[in-house]
């Protein structure tokens, strides 16, 4: 795998590293897009391949991410990240894990180097940066905190064979993040034997005439995203969550639970299978090894949504 430039600028030059992001921080006030080292484009816009030409990346300068993605009111929240490779079906799952260890120790720089607990994303109470960081491989996607259960769309997961897609949350002073994340996924592409690509040229342009290679709603099918836009005050636990007499502490644990098994529609078989009283290989048979059992009944056992019987 050939070293990407995001590599040799990090490794014993940190001015260098600056002086890119700050060249991108430049990019983004002019709604414009960023190549960053060898293999990574980086924006707060769309942006789209199409079959027709591979090599490039068109910067969609008129859609913002946060609002084709996410829906969200204000524009330039959410920063857009590919990393491109060979075609290969990446394991978003290995890969989520390195963006996450990767986002955790920027986390602690920053707030080493800020002498204090970092003033990061502002969200739920509680929440870690890495919650505001969605990711999308041909595998599969989701919040790299998450369950990692979602963007299984067959036209979602082929358009990603080439790149690695990351989307996170970020004041300007968290742009710094962007070259640890390109480090993790270049360093989690050698490890799972893909190369890197570097797009031969990136057009922007304002918009497009006729039909997209890729329906952007998918990405809305992120179910367990925390880059929604939030309309509820749910940083209170005894605050009322979206439902009417429903406490916001319950609603969000029923959502981390939803997480740990695949996504809401897996937790409610689980649920409406346990309600017809099934027997153990039932239950194996039907989970389909997607978890264990034994995590299952003492995950909802400890929510108190099901007692036991001894004896």
């Given amino acids: 795998m050939r070293p990407s430039g995001a590599e040799t600028v990090l490794n014993g030059r940190p001015t260098a590293a600056a002086r890119l992001v700050a060249e991108m921080t430049r990019a983004f006030e002019r709604g414009e897009g960023y190549r960053f080292g060898e293999s990574a484009v ?3 816009r769309v942006h789209l391949v199409t079959s027709a030409r591979p090599a490039e990346v068109d910067i969609i300068t008129s859609a913002d991410a946060g609002r084709v993605f996410y829906g969200r009111r204000s524009s330039d929240q959410i920063v857009h990240l590919d990393i491109f490779h060979e075609v290969a079906r990446v394991d978003h799952r290995a890969m989520a894990r390195a963006v996450r260890d990767a986002v955790d120790r920027y986390t602690r720089e920053a707030r080493s180097t800020a002498g204090g607990p970092e003033q990061g994303v502002v969200g739920l109470a509680g929440r870690r940066l890495a919650d505001y960081v969605d990711i999308q491989t041909a595998t599969g996607g989701g919040r790299i905190t998450g369950g990692l259960g979602y963007g299984q769309g067959d036209t979602l997961r082929r358009a990603h064979l080439t790149h690695v897609h990351l989307a996170f949350l970020a004041h300007q002073r968290d742009y710094h993040l962007v070259p640890h994340l390109v480090l993790a996924v270049e360093a989690e592409l050698g490890r799972q034997g893909c190369e890197i690509r570097r797009p031969d040229r990136l057009n922007h342009v304002s918009g497009r005439d006729g039909e997209t290679s890729l329906d952007l709603s998918d990405y809305a099918s992120l179910s367990d995203s925390l880059l ?6 749910w940083s209170s636990p005894e605050s009322e969550g979206p ?3 429903v406490k916001a502490s ?3 644990g029923v959502l981390d639970l939803a997480d740990e098994f695949g996504g809401v529609d897996e937790l409610a078989e689980i649920l409406d299978m346990l309600d017809e009283r099934p027997t153990w290989s039932q239950l194996h048979k039907a989970l389909r090894n997607r978890v264990p059992v034994s995590q299952v009944l003492s995950r909802l056992e400890d929510e108190g949504l099901l007692e036991s019987e001894r004896g």
Avoid: A, C, F, K
Avoid at 228 to 233: K, L, V
């Fill in 42 to 44: 980086v924006s707060r």
């Fill in 228 to 233: 929604r836009e939030q309309r509820h005050d």
């Fill in 243 to 245: 439902l009417p007499g």
């Fill in 250 to 252: 319950y609603l969000r």
